[in-house]
């Protein structure tokens, strides 16, 4: 049945941050481009920071069904590994709902896991897509004839009585132009639907949002997957025309969700002169390794408002295992120097790594308390995402996403924390928790996120 209504969640799901599905905005747009009305529901704005109950996030579905034309419209769910879980469980509500829609899922975890359909406890979905990048315009043109994209490369999807896999046949090529994104869905409470009633206010107000200039990272930390695949810059032109439509469209501040926004030097100079020209503020995140003097004075003067790096660790030994292996030296040179020139700070710190000792853990509450700036810190938990060298280490361990784990409510102070698969258990970081808050406490210029 060909289908003129699609309908992009994100699961009810905790997330330590609220942020915007750039990669489900990229979809909408695509369908809306073909002639489908296209929705998309952000569920987990309902539980940034916080759990959502059951009961909540049905009523909200519920309330988006029955303002839904048609019988069967299509279904699409973006789902990480620490929210795979709660996919499933919208996944089943949606197929009870609508027994006659298409129902897809997509997004990080389905990178690393190709056999997802065949799981029992994955019946709700009729394909799901295990790429990077979606090519947009074939999966749109996929949608609107209601079919399985079986030519879209790296697709799994159920056949009469199994479950087939495209493989990399046709493998759509690389993208050098930045994917369409209409931001206007966000201004549009009936097209983009919060539900987080203040942040559907921030955002539709037109104040903020997410966009990236390039995707991968060419380090290699332990934990983290952006290292594994190939860092991409893309087109510089498509950038200026992407932040050029942000700026004319009152856009007052813009986050690059870049993994490692400085990590060409040459480029970023280019990119910051196109951002020069621009009114809006802006965030990103980056390395204390990939900045300069020099560099933090430019980024200031095109309008940077403040920085996310990730410090990690005070642990010499940590800081090894995980491969950022940068010294404390150079990461307050890094804090200092960017406070000192007026961009604001926020550091990440992972705590929970294997055989983390109280030397480690303290080494790095020191590390943030000599800092002697104004610093916001993000505590992180080190957690086993699928395709990691952290997955290796687990030595045949199961590492099963579709259980249900770590839901206790200490894991809603970490990021990586809630829903994530972790070495060390749950009272390990209820004690760094302590050691955190006891240092917030005492240090004024120290706040946790």
């Known amino acids: 049945m060909e289908g003129n209504t699609a309908v992009f969640f994100t699961p009810p799901f905790p997330s330590h941050f609220a942020g915007m599905p750039c990669g ?199 934990f983290c997957v952006a290292g594994r695949s190939r860092t991409k810059g893309y087109a510089l032109k498509a950038v200026e025309t992407r932040l050029r439509e942000l700026d004319a469209s009152g856009m007052r501040f813009v986050f690059f969700d870049d993994p490692t926004f400085t990590w060409d030097r040459e480029r970023t100079t280019a990119v910051l002169k196109i951002l020069s020209s621009l009114s809006f503020r802006w965030a990103c995140q980056t390395r204390v390794d990939c900045v300069s003097e020099e560099l933090l004075h430019d980024m200031r003067d095109a309008g940077c408002d403040y920085i996310f790096y990730g410090l990690e660790s005070g642990s010499t030994r940590i800081k090894k295992f995980i491969r950022k292996d940068i010294s404390n030296r150079r990461i307050r040179q890094a804090v200092l120097a960017t406070h000192a020139v007026g961009i604001k700070v926020a550091v990440s710190v992972i705590f929970g790594v294997p055989r983390e000792s109280p030397e480690d853990v303290q080494a790095t509450l020191d590390l943030l308390s000599s800092m002697s700036v104004p610093i916001r810190v993000s505590p992180s938990f080190y957690a086993v995402y699928p395709g990691t060298d952290a997955e290796k280490d687990l030595a045949g361990e199961a590492l099963d996403y579709l259980a249900q784990q770590s839901r206790e409510s200490v894991w809603l102070e970490f990021d990586d924390g809630y829903g994530a698969h972790h070495v060390l258990p749950a009272s390990h970081a209820q004690y760094v928790l302590g050691k955190l808050t006891d240092l917030a406490g005492s240090v004024d210029d120290l706040m946790l996120l």
Not at 41 to 66: E, F, M, Q, Y
Not at 93 to 105: C, D, E, G
């Open 24 to 222: 489900l905005l990229e979809l909408a747009t695509a369908c809306r481009n073909v002639g489908i009305n296209s929705k998309v529901v952000d569920l987990s704005s309902a539980a940034c920071g916080s759990t959502v109950r059951r009961d909540d996030w049905i009523s909200r579905t519920d309330t988006v069904l029955r303002q839904v034309d048609g019988d069967s419209p299509f279904f699409g769910i973006s789902a990480t590994s620490p929210s795979v879980f709660d996919a499933l469980e919208l996944g089943r509500f949606l197929r009870a709902s609508r027994p006659t829609s298409t129902i897809a899922i997509g997004g990080p975890h389905l990178v690393h896991d190709p056999q997802f359909l065949a799981d029992p406890r994955a019946s709700a979905f009729d394909w799901a897509f295990h790429g990077r990048e979606a090519p947009l315009r074939q999966m749109a043109a996929a949608i609107a004839s209601g079919s399985a994209p079986a030519n879209i490369a790296q697709v799994s999807y159920r056949n009469t009585t199994d479950v087939r896999n495209s493989g990399r046949a046709g493998h759509h090529p690389t993208r050098k132009a930045l994917p369409e994104m209409d931001h206007r869905l966000l201004q549009d409470a009936s097209l983009y639907i919060f539900a987080n009633r203040e942040l559907a206010e921030y955002a539709q107000e037109g104040k903020t949002t997410q966009v990236y200039t390039s995707k991968g990272c060419p380090y290699t930390c332990r």
